[in-house]
């Protein structure tokens, strides 16, 4: 009796284990992927299993999904029969974070760098200047602009000595009330220095991203919960990688700040 109670326990971790491996749970989707089994689609937190048939209603549709043993996974129509059939450890690793020196002072080539692309705003940033390069007073300033509702949005902006406050909010602010839902295609980032002439720098032309922060904080959560035995660096890294798959480049200090605040990373 014993032994078959033995033999019964080891058939049900087996079963549970095997389930783990081969199940993965859906972070984001972006388009419409659907189980074909069920014919409901992918959404934040569907678990599905890896031999499921999964159609693309939208060929440039894609998911991230992630197993606890197997990592995460960028799932696309080109790499779905890949994904279905293969049985090893096939996920890519993690890529490092890129994390920008918080003594490093940035040159115009690096903010180009930083900014170019899309690039998520969070509601704090701050970023430190080469006050050597660019100086900054009362008369020398960086500025954002952009076009809103066919007007043309000039926003300066605040700083510290040699470091620039970027308040999500007062950035969004137009005739005195912030600009709740912003679809915002394109800001510029540009210095100016004021005297007998104006002299403009273009540094560089760059798209906002705004996520939804409830909608972030599932997502980075269901990362969390799946990489429960992974160290924090590690769950840093993922991350890092999902937020510039998904959304776009990040300030890595500010979201190690709004990790730390959240989740206590």
């Not at 048939?53 to 990592?71: C, D, Y």
């Not at 969390?224 to 300030?251: A, R, W």
Request: aromatic letters at 12%.
């Amino acid at each position: 009796m014993k032994k078959k109670s033995i033999f019964l326990l080891s058939v049900v971790l087996y079963v549970q284990l095997t389930f783990a491996q081969d199940n993965f749970t859906v972070i984001k989707v972006s388009g419409n992927i659907v189980i074909e089994r069920t014919g409901s689609s992918l959404s934040i937190g569907t678990a599905f299993a890896q031999n499921e048939n999964l159609l693309f209603k939208i060929p440039e549709s894609r998911a991230a999904v992630i197993n606890p043993q197997r990592g995460r996974f960028l799932l696309t129509s080109g790499n779905i029969d890949e994904f279905r059939n293969s049985k090893s450890n096939f996920l890519p690793s993690a890529g490092k974070m890129s994390t920008r020196s918080i003594g490093k002072r940035p040159r115009i080539n690096d903010l180009k760098d930083q900014f170019e692309g899309n690039y998520v705003i969070f509601n704090e940033i701050k970023i430190l200047i080469d006050t050597a390069v660019f100086p900054l007073s009362g008369k020398k300033y960086f500025y954002f602009t952009y076009d809103y509702k066919s007007k043309t949005i000039n926003k300066k902006l605040a700083f510290n000595i040699d470091t620039l406050l970027i308040e999500k909010a007062e950035l969004l602010t137009v005739d005195g009330k912030v600009i709740q839902d912003p679809q915002i295609n394109q800001m510029k980032l540009v210095y100016l220095q004021e005297g007998e002439t104006y002299v403009s720098t273009p540094i560089c032309s760059f798209t906002p991203v705004f996520p939804d922060f409830k909608i972030l904080t599932k997502e980075i959560k269901i990362i969390i919960d799946q990489m429960d035995m992974k160290t924090d660096y590690e769950k840093l890294n993922e991350i890092s990688s999902f937020i510039h798959e998904f959304y776009g480049k990040t300030d890595e200090n500010i979201l190690k700040q709004w990790l730390n605040e959240n989740f206590g990373l």
